[in-house]
């Protein structure tokens, strides 16, 4: 592996995060308890999209093969998207997806500042431009979390299972290989194990503040960094790129 | 006598173009008029997310992606300030969707069509959006000062909508053999159903008179409607795409196009609920108002325990 091999595959991974995550978000649309939270989804899901298309973008200018945004994200399998197994998870029921979103987003808050001082200047600047996002990100649902957890009983509840639930997919969010190893000794990346404990800092703050216990650390499922998901990912890009599949030589 | 003389002073601010005002003095026939109107305007933004939703996860280019969700959530903020006017009228945003729910209150017809293909999202912006804007812009001058407001700031957003719709169904109709049949059947779906967005006839119409009288509306269904086909039909021509009415041709001598009659029958049945998704619809705002029951009763719950909390610090 050498550099521009690793840096691709850094971008893949932060493109194709966002855009999973994106989709999930997109999913809420005319779903939401409340109309203000309806346009609050869909923000959130306008951003991830928006950060998904500059990294695929730059993964496929590194390439060098002409591939486009869209040749990524329409193009490739399973096998070789490279989102976070957070990401992926289910939306559930409106508690389910604060949970997953507010793990998820205190996770790229601390990576996109931590990257912001990134060696290489488009993910530096890639990362500038998302933290100012993600901070509103982890800002809405770190409110919810609160509202919910210190809610009612019925409220308090479903969040904590949530929580529970969803721990065994918060270790994926950390590993680290080569590709870190690599580009960390350029400067490139960051050390996952910084942006851990920060991370863990921004958690226990929020639950504490939510009444909301943390969950023992336990078995931990991993596969982002093989490109091996869930069951979940397929019908998400299965749905996300039907009518590329269909009209290969259509453009829209 | 005291009632017929603020009914003719208020006729009077009506007649020299001026604005009615929430605190203002009104006749109950205008309220309740308006609270119709608006909340059925607000209900239709809100239940359109639905048919254009349908397409987010499957929208062919991140860039058709991110520009459909910019869209929704167009819609979905037009319903805010909408539900907002409206509730200026005494009524709260929670009564005006049980009127919803119950069945009271209606939706445009159009949404309850369904969205089968990618050029379906090209014929709602262009056709849906399109005629939209004709009725929006002319409301933009309508008595009530806070719903006259509201027109400006929509009239605004839609104009894109247009655009952006007739984009999608411009690079279909350009496109491969297929894409052009796609947009081809688009438009003899959508086309119809557009034209009955703007109501029955002004002679079937049960509340043009009074909406006229009070300049709640500016102009009739029918002139409204004409105003639509004169620009759309050229905009048609423009990507090779025929519109669906045999009767349609181009009168030289007036510079107009003439055009066939609309199917009453369909309008009504969708009108009484058998269109084919008035249930669907229904349903799913039900089921997602439901679902999201707990949640606003968390967020109730929390508020009042803030509220304590600050009165015993
Ligand atoms: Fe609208
Ligand atoms: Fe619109």
């Known amino acids: 592996?050498?550099?521009?091999?690793?840096?691709?595959?850094?971008?893949?991974?932060?493109?194709?995060?966002?855009?999973?995550?994106?989709?999930?978000?997109?999913?809420?649309?005319?779903?939401?308890?409340?109309?203000?939270?309806?346009?609050?989804?869909?923000?959130?899901?306008?951003?991830?999209?928006?950060?998904?298309?500059?990294?695929?973008?730059?993964?496929?200018?590194?390439?060098?093969?002409?591939?486009?945004?869209d040749d990524l994200a329409y193009g490739r399998e399973e096998r070789e998207y490279y989102n976070t197994l957070l990401s992926e998870r289910p939306n559930g029921h409106f508690g389910e997806t604060i949970s997953r979103n507010f793990l998820h987003d205190a996770y790229l808050y601390h990576l996109y500042a931590a990257l912001k001082n990134s060696k290489d200047e488009m993910i530096a600047a890639h990362a500038?431009?998302?933290?100012?996002?993600?901070?509103?990100?982890?800002?809405?649902?770190?409110?919810?979390?609160?509202?919910?957890?210190?809610?009612?009983?019925?409220?308090?509840?479903?969040v904590q299972q949530a929580i529970n639930d969803l721990w065994e997919y918060t270790g994926d969010l950390f590993e680290m290989?080569?590709?870190?190893?690599?580009?960390?000794?350029?400067?490139?990346?960051?050390d996952m194990n910084t942006v851990k404990q920060a991370w863990d800092n921004t958690v226990n703050e929020v639950l504490t503040r939510a009444a909301i216990q943390r969950p023992e650390d336990a078995y931990m499922h991993s596969g982002r960094l093989n490109?091996?998901?869930?069951?979940?990912?397929?019908?998400?890009?299965?749905e996300m790129q039907f009518l590329h599949r269909a009209y290969p030589d259509a453009t829209w | 006598m005291e009632d017929i003389k603020k009914l003719e002073e208020f006729q009077a601010k009506i007649d020299a173009d001026l604005k009615i005002e929430p605190k203002d003095w009104m006749p109950e026939?205008?309220?309740?008029?308006?609270?119709?109107?608006?909340?059925?305007?607000?209900?239709?933004?809100?239940?359109?997310?639905?048919?254009?939703?349908?397409?987010?996860?499957?929208?062919?280019?991140?860039?058709?992606?991110?520009?459909?969700?910019?869209?929704?959530?167009d819609e979905a903020g037009h319903g805010q300030y909408l539900y907002s006017a409206a509730e200026?009228?005494?009524?709260s945003r929670d009564e005006y969707l049980e009127e919803l729910h119950s069945g009271k209150a209606k939706y445009s017809s159009i949404f309850n069509y369904p969205t089968l293909t990618w050029a379906d999202i090209g014929a709602v912006g262009w056709l849906v959006d399109g005629a939209a804007i004709v009725n929006q812009v002319s409301l933009q001058r309508t008595s009530y000062g806070p719903y006259s407001r509201a027109m400006v700031r929509i009239c605004k957003e839609e104009s894109f909508h247009q655009r952006q719709g007739y984009e999608i169904m411009a690079t279909c109709a350009l496109g491969t053999p297929e894409q052009k049949k796609m947009a081809q059947d688009a438009l003899n779906r959508f086309w119809w159903p557009s034209l009955m967005m703007f109501g029955p006839h002004d002679s079937e119409s049960a509340h043009t008179a009074n909406a006229m009288k009070w300049?709640?509306?500016?102009?009739?269904?029918?002139?409204?409607?004409?105003?639509?086909?004169?620009?759309?039909?050229?905009?048609?021509?423009?990507?090779?795409?025929?519109?669906?009415?045999?009767?349609?041709?181009?009168?030289?001598?007036?510079?107009?196009?003439?055009?066939?009659?609309?199917?009453?029958?369909?309008?009504?049945?969708?009108?009484?609920?058998?269109?084919?998704?008035?249930?669907?619809?229904?349903?799913?705002?039900?089921?997602a108002h439901e679902d999201g029951t707990w949640v606003r009763e968390a967020a109730i719950a929390y508020a009042e325990k803030q509220k304590s909390k600050q009165l015993v610090a």
């Not at chain 1, 932060?14 to 869909?42: F, K, V």
């Not at chain 1, 490109?227 to 299965?238: C, D, P, R």
């Not at chain 2, 030289?252 to 003439?258: H, K, M, N, S």
Request: with cysteine.
């Open chain 2, 215 to 287: 300049r709640i509306k500016r102009e009739t269904n029918d002139e409204l409607r004409d105003k639509f086909i004169q620009k759309t039909v050229q905009q048609a021509e423009v990507i090779g795409l025929t519109v669906p009415d045999p009767d349609l041709k181009w009168n030289e001598a007036d510079g107009r196009y003439e055009y066939g009659e609309i199917n009453w029958d369909e309008f009504w049945n969708v009108v009484k609920g058998n269109g084919p998704c008035n249930k669907q619809r229904m349903r799913h705002h039900i089921k």
């Open chain 1, 227 to 238: 490109a091996v998901h869930s069951e979940y990912l397929g019908h998400i890009i299965a």
């Open chain 1, 177 to 190: 290989n080569e590709v870190d190893n690599l580009l960390i000794n350029e400067g490139i990346a960051v």
């Open chain 1, 1 to 69: 592996m050498d550099k521009k091999e690793a840096l691709i595959n850094y971008c893949l991974r932060l493109g194709d995060t966002s855009l999973i995550l994106g989709q999930r978000m997109a999913e809420w649309c005319s779903n939401g308890p409340i109309l203000e939270e309806d346009i609050a989804m869909t923000n959130l899901a306008l951003d991830l999209i928006g950060q998904a298309r500059t990294m695929l973008t730059y993964a496929g200018e590194l390439e060098g093969n002409g591939r486009s945004e």
């Open chain 1, 128 to 158: 500038a431009k998302s933290l100012k996002e993600v901070t509103y990100h982890l800002r809405h649902s770190s409110e919810w979390m609160v509202r919910l957890g210190d809610g009612t009983e019925e409220s308090h509840n479903k």
């Open chain 2, 29 to 73: 026939e205008y309220r309740t008029h308006l609270q119709r109107q608006i909340s059925q305007h607000a209900h239709s933004e809100v239940i359109g997310m639905q048919p254009e939703g349908n397409w987010i996860s499957r929208a062919p280019s991140l860039r058709s992606k991110v520009v459909l969700l910019a869209k929704i959530q």
């Open chain 2, 88 to 91: 200026t009228l005494g009524k």
